[in-house]
């Protein structure tokens, strides 16, 4: 059987296969004539075709940063204003990519549609405002809390069990580490995904996800498999809910379905998933405290924090009031009642600020 296949850009591909320009000058040269508007194509025949031969030429004496430049001045003469595009010419080019680093790290690059962008220009609109303390502003740049906003986003949606099944399970992150890095807090544990997470980052990723932690031994057999047990049940949420309001950290505002379940001694080294041993803290407050210097405890069933010595040299601990109406104090115990009393057992005692 004949092949009839034939290269998109074929004058491209004959240079490339010529060695007459590089990849990264192929790519470049595609993109730029793929990315024109649908509405140039139909309008402006002639000198969209071109552009393949035009760039062609040039590639062969410039480098491919130096080609780039020349390609996005051609957009340019063919799009002035940048508007010429559809909804189908977005959705044509619609793209995400998560491109796990050696170090486990990641680079998200993409593309959105305009309905995709006002969607997340929302989302991190409202996640990634500053989240100041009483005592210090904070120091996040712009970019760091977007980046921060996008990991809250993807947790709050790890908790609301939204996400489809995978494999017949609940979507779930699942940590691989050995006996030895459990005890230790040293190494590195390994995602179903191939990255790399310290030890101390990936219990921290467990507090309010589903995480199945897989304890293998020196020869790498299972010894345990951990259990989402950890996570609060929806009637301690509410619990939390309703004592706490919101993170509990002091002077931060966050709601509390913006929060996570942070427990004060933490699980993995015995601590339970009892209202006495958890509070709500929001994503920032939650990878940040321990970093700041900042502790919890468990007073009286409502939970306080110590500053470092930094901030107070005392120590005081403080609790978060914001979500909290002002304290009732009752009416001072008068030494002889008068005749006509104010305070009478139908009278409300007045409200004073704490």
């Not at 006996?179 to 309010?208: W, Y």
């Amino acid at each position: 059987m004949a092949n009839n296949w034939k290269p998109r850009f074929p004058l491209v591909a004959w240079a490339l296969a010529d060695g007459k320009i590089s990849a990264r000058h192929a790519a470049i040269i595609c993109a730029t004539v793929d990315r024109l508007p649908d509405r140039v194509v139909v309008d402006q025949p002639d000198l969209v075709a071109q552009v393949e031969p035009t760039l062609l030429e040039h590639a062969q004496t410039l480098d491919p940063e130096q080609l780039a430049v020349l390609a996005r001045r051609v957009t340019a003469c063919l799009d002035p204003d940048g508007v010429l595009a559809t909804d189908h010419d977005q959705a044509r080019h619609r793209d995400a990519t998560l491109v796990t680093l050696p170090d486990g790290s990641g680079r998200l690059t993409a593309t959105l549609t305009s309905q995709a962008a006002a969607v997340w220009a929302t989302v991190l609109d409202t996640l990634s405002r500053p989240v100041p303390t009483e005592t210090e502003p904070d120091r996040r740049t712009p970019g760091q809390r977007r980046h921060d906003a996008l990991t809250d986003a993807g947790r709050r949606l790890l908790r609301s069990g939204d996400l489809p099944d995978a494999g017949g399970t609940p979507a779930t992150v699942l940590i691989t580490l050995t006996l030895d890095q459990l005890e230790t807090r040293l190494g590195l544990a390994t995602t179903a995904h191939g990255g790399t997470l310290t030890i101390p980052a990936a219990l921290q990723l467990a507090a309010d996800a589903h995480l199945v932690p897989a304890v293998l031994d020196a020869r790498g057999a299972v010894l345990h498999l951990g259990r989402t047990r950890r996570l609060a049940s929806p009637a301690q949420r509410l619990a939390l809910a309703a004592r706490d309001r919101g993170c509990s950290f002091p002077a931060c505002d966050r709601p509390p379905d913006w929060c996570e379940t942070h427990h004060v001694n933490p699980w993995a080294d015995g601590g339970t998933t009892d209202l006495d041993n958890t509070t709500l803290l929001c994503g920032f407050h939650h990878r940040e405290h321990t970093k700041r210097g900042w502790t919890v405890r468990i007073t009286h069933g409502l939970p306080e924090w110590t500053p470092p010595r930094w901030i107070d040299p005392q120590q005081i601990p403080r609790r978060n009031n914001t979500h909290h109406v002002p304290h009732r104090f009752p009416p001072p115990t008068p030494t002889t009642a008068p005749q006509h009393s104010a305070w009478t057992s139908d009278s409300p005692p007045l409200a004073h600020a704490s």
